[in-house]
Structures are given as C-alpha cells and as structure tokens.
C-alpha cells in the first residue's frame, strides 16, 4: 500500500540503550522529517532531509541522529536514550507544489525508562 | 515570540453551531498556511490549506487567510461531536529552509 510507515508502534526501552524508529515512504517525496510531540510543546522538528544523503537540524536535533541512504527510508537513532526523549514521534514526507503537503506517518510511541 | 501561535484552548462549541479556530504567525515570508486534525492518539491529518488572501471552503470548512494582519482562521460550520480533536494550525515559510513550522495547537470539543 502506498503511503507513510512507521516501526515499532511501541518501544519501551531503557536510559543509556540506542534505539533506532524506522521510518518508510512509497511516494518518492523528497523531503521527509523527524517530529517529536509532548504535551504543551506540540510538534517540535528533530531533523529533516531534502534529498538522499542531505539532512539537516531542526529545533531539538541534541541526541538524537539520522541517515538517508535510499530516498523512501529515513531512519531517527537515539544514540543513548534519555528519560526526557519520551514521546510520541512522528515522520513526514512532503509533496512539494502549490499546496506543499505534508503526511504523517501514525506515530512511534518510545518510553525511556 | 513563537512562530505560529494558537489558543490551546479547550474550546467548546454546543453542536450545530460554528466553531472559530484562531491562528496568528510572525514570519511576513510565510506563503502557505494549513490546518491538520488530530484526534487523540493518532498523527495530524490534513484537512485544509490556503495560500491566497480570502476565503477557501471546503465543505463544512472555511480557512480565512489575512496575510496583512497575520493570521489564519478555521471556520466549522454545523459542529459534530466527531469535529472534537486538536486542530494544528502549520506555516510554510520558504526562507526557513522549506520547513513547515507548526503551531502547538487548538484543543476543539463539541457539546451534544
């Protein structure tokens, strides 16, 4: 089916682990991005990429990493997870034209215990 | 100063009635304007964008684009208890790298 995937749904992990959220896209967008949601903050850009192999920071890129090797994969690592990287993450891809549309894939939801 | 800035509300609009999201921005470069729905444990959905002064209706939805004043309104008119979510109010601001800045958003709920 085409559209934005997310995996795993759920993580549970614990403060120290690296944790690696999955993102997949079947449109050939180029841009896609990182989001990260809690309560009184809404959607807060981690990282986002233009292109494969060109990313950039957004607003609270500390702690965590990217790669784009294939345009449709755009994996987040927490290189050592924190109690406060917990949160609803969210991944996007933008179709660029008049309307510069933006779809959300349905959300990772990571604990650090 | 936020970028985009919204009421988090709640607001409560009794059913059949309009409700009346309000959206301000700060950026004068900002082109596009959109608003995404999310309902409680699920990822924004767009339902709306404008990017012209005026009005663009959508069904029951209306968006309002003033970009002399700065803001951008959701109109939703006849109000059902399935318009209960959180409405993000989204800005593209071409100079920001193509990033699409959101705002924290509009907690809506309709009261039967």
């Known amino acids: 089916d085409a559209g934005i995937t997310q995996s795993p749904r759920y993580k549970i992990t614990e403060t120290g682990r690296q944790v690696t959220l999955m993102c997949h896209q079947t449109?050939?967008?180029?841009?896609m991005f990182w989001y990260r949601q809690d309560l009184g903050h809404g959607l807060r850009l981690i990282y986002y990429?233009?292109?494969?192999?060109?990313?950039d920071k957004g607003e609270v890129p500390d702690g965590y990493v990217v790669s784009r090797s294939k345009t449709e994969n755009f994996p987040l690592t927490l290189e050592s997870a924190t109690r406060s990287q917990t949160s609803v993450y969210f991944c996007?891809?933008?179709?660029?034209?008049?309307?510069?549309?933006?779809?959300f894939g349905p959300g990772t939801r990571l604990t650090v215990l | 100063q936020k970028e985009v800035e919204q009421n988090s509300g709640p607001l409560s609009v009794p059913e059949g009635a309009i409700a009346s999201l309000n959206c301000t921005y700060s950026?004068?470069?900002?082109?596009?304007f959109f608003w995404y729905r999310q309902y409680s444990g699920k990822s924004p959905e767009l339902i709306m964008f404008?990017?012209?002064?005026g009005d663009k209706e959508d069904g029951r939805f209306t968006a309002q684009l003033n970009k002399a004043s700065q803001y951008v309104s959701l109109l939703i008119r006849d109000s059902q208890p399935s318009d209960s979510a959180t409405y993000l109010c989204?800005?593209?601001?071409?100079?920001?790298?193509?990033?699409?800045?959101f705002g924290s958003g509009t907690r809506l709920s309709i009261r039967p």
């Open positions: 996007a891809s933008r179709r660029q034209g008049i309307s510069d549309t933006q779809y």
């Open positions: 449109w050939s967008h180029s841009y």
């Open positions: 990429s233009a292109a494969a192999d060109i990313t």
């Open positions: 950026d004068r470069g900002s082109q596009s």
């Open positions: 404008i990017y012209s002064n």
């Open positions: 989204a800005v593209f601001i071409y100079s920001s790298a193509s990033k699409i800045i």
